[in-house]
């Protein structure tokens, strides 16, 4: 339990959510490149040995997605284990920490959508 009483330890907590946030969208749109680079290849050279390899791009790609949404909902579990040390006095009045872990969820949400889309398409 923290006794510090100063409500940067909330904020401190809050800005590493937002940068594990920042770290989720980056795999998400890498994985979303990386997926859709083995059909730029295939469609610039259908006759090469690397647009036969498309299917590892496909398979790549997916992961890192789905790395991207873990990650946005393992930070969440983090961040929710931090607010649980913190005292009434470390929250400034009226302010609501869940905030970023709704953007995180929705994030993981997408990015989970997503994967599923390019899996079925």
């Known amino acids: 339990m923290s006794d510090l009483n100063d409500p940067r330890v909330l904020f401190a907590a809050e800005r590493t959510l937002l940068a594990w946030n920042r770290t989720g969208l980056a795999l998400i749109a890498f994985g979303f490149v990386v997926e859709r680079s083995g059909l730029l290849v295939r469609a610039l050279a259908p006759d090469s040995p ?7 791009t496909f398979w790549l790609g997916l992961a890192f997605i789905a790395l ?5 909902v393992y930070s969440c ?3 929710l284990v931090v607010l649980r040390t913190l005292t009434p006095v470390e929250y400034p009045p009226g302010y609501d920490a869940r ?23």
Do not use: H, P, T
């Not at 970023?100 to 997503?114: E, H, R």
């Open 99 to 121: 905030w970023g872990i709704a953007v995180n969820l929705i994030v993981a949400l997408l990015g989970s959508g997503l994967a599923l889309v390019l899996y079925w398409r």
């Open 77 to 79: 579990r983090e961040y």
């Open 50 to 56: 690397a647009a036969k390899d498309s299917v590892v």
């Open 68 to 72: 991207g949404a873990f990650v946005a």
